[in-house]
Nanobody, 126 residues
Framework: QVQLVESGGGLVQAGDSLRLSCAASGLTFSNVAMGWFRQAPGKDREFVASISAGGSSTTVAGSAKGRFVISRDNARNTVYLHMNRLIPEDTAVYYC???????????????????WGQGTQVTVSS
């Protein structure tokens, strides 16, 4: 049974940094691309970042570019989202997702991903 468990969310102030983690189990982690998505209240889910199975290729959404970094540790079966210079508009539930893909980042379409975590809340106060 595949499980993705996010952690690291919380309440922070604008300008602060936060690191989200997503621990995976029940799959061969080094064989899957990983992605982060978020959903704010009343809005559609949106892509944040993705990383290839080996970690060499990443994609970051425009709204997060220059502030967020995605990384992974295949020895720990964990993917991270390092979020810097947070703004109130980053407030959302953040989800990690896994896609059975050996080459390339996972992509921005949520429908391409095979497994999803339950999400972790990030709230940025002004």
């Amino acid at each position: 049974q595949v499980q993705l468990v996010e952690s690291g969310g919380g309440l922070v102030q604008a300008g602060d940094s936060l690191r989200l983690s997503c621990a995976a189990s029940g799959l061969t982690f080094s064989n899957v691309a990983m992605g982060w998505f978020r959903q704010a209240p009343g809005k559609d889910r949106e892509f944040v970042a993705s990383i290839s199975a080996g970690g060499s290729s990443t994609t970051v959404a425009g709204s997060a570019k220059g502030r967020f970094v995605i990384s992974r540790d295949n020895a720990r079966n964990t993917v991270y989202l390092h979020m810097n210079r947070l703004i109130p508009e980053d407030t959302a539930v953040y989800y990690c997702a896994a896609r059975k893909l050996l080459l390339g980042p996972g992509g921005a379409q949520g429908s391409l991903y095979d497994y999803w975590g339950q999400g972790t809340q990030v709230t940025v106060s002004s």
